[in-house]
Antibody, heavy 125, light 107 residues
Framework: QVQLQESGPGLVKPSGTLSLTCAVS?????????WSWVRQPPGKGLEWIGE???????NYNPSLKSRVTVSVDKSKNHFSLKLSSVTAADTAVYYC??????????????????WGQGTLVTVSS | DIQMTQSPSSLSASVGDRVTITCQAS??????LNWYQQKPGKAPKVLIY???NLETGVPSRFSGSGSGTDFSFTISSLQPEDIATYYC?????????FGQGTRLEIK
């Protein structure tokens, strides 16, 4: 059973870069999963941000693609999110997640099987 | 992008009621649709995958149906512990996209 734990600053200044890390336990990050980030603004719905495979292949939401980088560190068994040029609209609970059930011949996630507990990131000066 | 339109946005029902939520895709997504339950302050949890398959350990009062563009999610007999927000999610194509959510309350 995969377990995920987000960490990172809870407050980021406008125009700055949001950086979060997700520690993976219970399995290797090099196993056959896609590793994802999903966010949820307060009181609103879920938005998929992007994902990475242990090979380094990434998929991003086009609405955020110009500002997002997802990376993986196999030596630490974790993956990370960077979101640049943040504004108040980026204030949200950020979840890291993983998918063992894949689509498109394995080229992206189908079902989000495991979720971290989520971490609130507020963008404010 | 495939847009997902979920309705209603909120729903109030009594314990024991049959509750149905619908989700419409902007194009044919075959059966590539999941349903998640999110309780307040918690991460979502998948209940139904591939439109109609019940996740292991999920009570049989939950069910899903549909294909193409029109899908439904049903709770056959609402229980107090079912109070949550429910989301559909398509995976026919990237980007993965969720419906707007249906907030379910007890009357």
């Amino acid at each position: 059973q995969v377990q995920l734990q987000e960490s990172g600053p809870g407050l980021v200044k406008p125009s700055g870069t949001l950086s979060l890390t997700c520690a993976v336990s219970g399995d290797s990050i090099s196993s056959n999963y896609w590793w994802s980030w999903v966010r949820q603004p307060p009181g609103k719905g879920l938005e998929w941000i992007g994902e990475i495979y242990h090979s380094g292949t990434t998929n991003y939401n086009p609405s955020l693609k110009s500002r997002v980088t997802v990376s993986v560190d196999k030596s630490k068994n974790h993956f990370s999110l960077k979101l640049s040029s943040v504004t108040a609209a980026d204030t949200a609970v950020y979840y890291c997640a993983s998918s063992a059930r894949l689509a498109g011949g394995g080229s992206y996630s189908a079902v989000i099987d495991y979720w971290g507990q989520g971490t609130l990131v507020t963008v404010s000066s | 992008d495939i847009q997902m339109t979920q309705s209603p946005s909120s729903l109030s029902a009594s314990v024991g009621d049959r509750v149905t939520i619908t989700c419409q895709a902007s194009q044919d997504i075959r059966t590539y649709l999941n349903w998640y339950q999110q309780k307040p302050g918690k991460a979502p949890k998948v209940l139904i995958y591939d439109a109609s398959n019940l996740e292991t350990g999920v009570p049989s009062r939950f069910s899903g149906s549909g294909s193409g563009t029109d899908f439904s999610f049903t709770i056959s007999s609402l229980q107090p512990e079912d109070i949550a927000t429910y989301y559909c999610q398509q995976y026919d194509n990237l980007p993965l996209r969720f419906g707007q959510g249906t907030r379910l309350e007890i009357k």
